[in-house]
């Protein structure tokens, strides 16, 4: 049964069921315009429809293209052929889109525009129904948080990029300040590991670095087969020069010898200063005594060349030993005693003359 108000308003005969319905749609917010399929004339439309559309009135049985004449694309292109939303509900489709649209007076409005196909109960497509609503504002608002939005991202991004840039320049200085520092106490510790292993009279390595390396020889020799020499010398009457001249001019005659010393070696071998006026050569891969005994021989003589001390010629002389792996002995410290001990034998002999550990 109908509801008793409807059946009284029904039967009071103020209205049909027509004219509800066309009070109902004035009554609502949003625009309806609803068409006849397949002619496209308006059937109804209501007075918000009307008042959207800018138009004084749209008569029933009008073109519904020229009443909702002035739509675009939501980003105020035209509409393509069969793209427009009337269009494509007669065709049969469901659009839902937000469009531009000109007013009869020229005004610009943003409208969310709805389309779709009305069937009868055999599925007959007898309409389409249009309802717009003004979305203006609201795009008025939307545009404009969105202007703010992407301000707020510009200054955001510019004052990132400079704390980027400040980040970048401090982690530069950082970088040349650590580039710096590792350069620094790279030289520091060469210079340091130098200082512990050379002499810093003449320059060449000392007892510490001589006995390093004394060990690796020793080692090397005993796993290829080969044989090296230790040579121990020591200056003669080297006092008489301090006494006479003073420690500095002693001093210069040492540098002047070291370097007649060095350079009487070959790359491989090591010239140390073991103090005071004693030198120690090690001479690797020794293939035969002979070759030795010319080393010491040559040394010898570097030691009696001249040395000029403040104007005047002074001559030395030297009392050198040697030992030999593995003739003589079998570890690094055995060379070094009896190296030691054959120099001095030559200091008893009456110097400047070359002793070898197994000389009788």
């Not at 429809?49 to 009008?62: N, T």
């Not at 269009?87 to 709805?114: I, M, N």
């Amino acid at each position: 049964m109908p509801h008793e108000a409807t059946r009284a308003l029904a039967e009071s005969g103020l209205v049909d069921r027509e004219a509800l319905f066309r009070a109902v749609l004035d009554q609502i917010s949003p625009g309806v315009v609803v068409a006849d399929a397949p002619t496209g004339r308006v059937v109804m439309i209501n007075d918000a429809a009307v008042q959207i559309l800018g138009r004084g009135s749209v008569p029933e049985g009008s073109d519904v293209f020229a009443a909702i004449d002035g739509l675009s694309r939501g980003d105020g292109s035209p509409f393509e052929a069969g793209e427009h939303p009337l269009c494509r509900a007669l065709a049969g489709d469901v659009v839902d889109a937000g469009v531009h649209y000109r007013r009869p007076d020229g005004a610009l409005a943003r409208l969310a525009v709805c389309a779709a196909p009305l069937h009868d109960p055999r599925g007959h497509m007898v309409a389409v129904t249009v309802t717009l609503e003004d979305v203006t504002e609201q795009h008025v608002v939307e545009e404009r948080l969105r202007w703010r939005l992407r301000r707020l991202v510009r200054e955001q991004t510019a004052e990132l990029t400079e704390h980027n840039e400040q980040l970048a320049r401090v982690n530069g200085e950082l970088r040349t300040l650590t580039d710096g520092l590792e350069e620094t106490v790279r030289q520091r510790t060469t210079a340091l590991v130098r200082q512990a292993q050379h002499d810093h009279l003449t320059g060449l390595p000392n007892r510490v670095l001589l006995e390093e390396r004394l060990e690796r020889s020793v080692e090397t020799a005993k796993r290829h087969g080969r044989r090296l020499a230790l040579l121990f010398l020591d200056l003669d009457g080297f006092k008489l020069v301090n006494d006479t001249f003073g420690h500095d001019a002693g001093d210069d005659v040492l540098q002047q010898i070291g370097g007649r010393l060095a350079s009487c070696l070959r790359s491989s071998d090591t010239l140390a200063r073991f103090g005071g006026d004693e030198f120690v050569a090690l001479i690797s891969d020794v293939r035969r005594s002979s070759d030795v005994d010319d080393v010491a021989r040559a040394l010898l003589a570097c030691v009696a060349e001249p040395c000029r001390v403040l104007g005047q010629a002074v001559t030395l002389s030297a009392s050198l030993g040697v030992s030999v792996f593995p003739d003589d002995a079998l570890d690094a410290s055995a060379l070094q005693r009896h190296a030691d001990m054959a120099m001095y034998r030559s200091k008893q002999a009456g110097k400047n003359r070359v002793t070898f550990h197994g000389d009788d």
